[in-house]
């Protein structure tokens, strides 16, 4: 299975918004809502941030939200914070009862 | 609060096999699916695979040749064996739990490094 494509790095000024997108196929992000996003700050553990492509884990900020349109999903953070600067992974089910992650987007605060 | 940690050797020959163990604190293995993921020094992370407590076991196409993912409901754990390992499989090990089809708890992960 091949990974899902993401953008190798999004930048953003402090209180704007930014979109990673995370594009797959039909057999994965396309074919089922089974798409969640992650957070890892250097040296730390993933922290799940979305489930089920535009829900939030409870003790996660509304500033990050998720949508996803045909094989490309995407996850928005508004209001960009310095403590937002961190590398997101997507992640999808696939139609092989597998899970797949994507490439990693670096997220810079400028 | 529901707690995983990673353990096992930090340190594995070439062509021999890593066993890692994922000990579950705070809450029960039994009900949800439970995965491993790694993710090798400064690269993206690779899901390697889950089981759920009964057993069922769903493993990467790429791994799936020497990958065995097993549970022991009666110490509320679940292990990894990645066999006939090389360089490539250097890596920090996570374990998750897997909860609407997302890892919403995770490990610290833990090291290892496949070296003579």
């Known amino acids: 299975q091949s990974a899902l494509t993401q953008p190798a790095s999004v930048s953003g000024s402090p209180g704007q918004s930014i979109t990673v997108s995370c594009t797959g196929t039909?057999?994965?992000?396309?074919?089922?809502?089974?798409v969640s996003w992650y957070q890892q700050h250097p040296d730390k553990a993933p922290k799940l941030m979305i489930y089920y492509v535009n829900n939030r884990p409870s003790g996660v900020s509304n500033r990050f939200s998720g949508s996803k349109s045909g094989n490309t999903a995407s996850l928005t953070i508004s209001g960009l914070q310095a403590e937002d600067e961190a590398d997101y992974y997507c992640?999808?089910?696939?139609?092989?009862?597998?899970?797949?992650f994507g490439t990693g987007t670096k997220v810079t605060v400028l | 609060q529901l707690q995983l940690q990673e353990s096992g050797p930090g340190l594995v020959k070439p062509s021999e096999t890593l066993s890692l163990t994922c000990t579950v604190s705070?809450?029960?293995?039994?009900?949800?699916?439970w995965g491993w993921i790694r993710q090798p020094p400064g690269k993206g992370l690779e899901w390697i695979g889950t089981?759920?407590?009964?057993?069922?076991?769903y493993y990467n196409p790429s791994l799936k040749s020497r990958v065995t993912i097993s549970v022991d409901t009666s110490k509320n754990q679940f292990s990894l064996e990645v066999s006939s390992v090389t360089a490539a499989d250097t890596a920090v090990y996570y374990c998750?739990?897997?909860?609407?089809?997302?890892?919403?708890?995770w490990g610290q992960g833990t090291l290892v490094t496949v070296s003579s």
């Open positions: 039909s057999s994965d992000v396309g074919g089922y809502n089974y």
């Open positions: 705070g809450g029960s293995i039994n009900s949800y699916h």
């Open positions: 998750a739990r897997y909860s609407n089809s997302a890892g919403d708890y």
């Open positions: 089981i759920y407590y009964s057993g069922s076991t």
């Open positions: 992640s999808s089910y696939t139609s092989s009862i597998t899970y797949v």
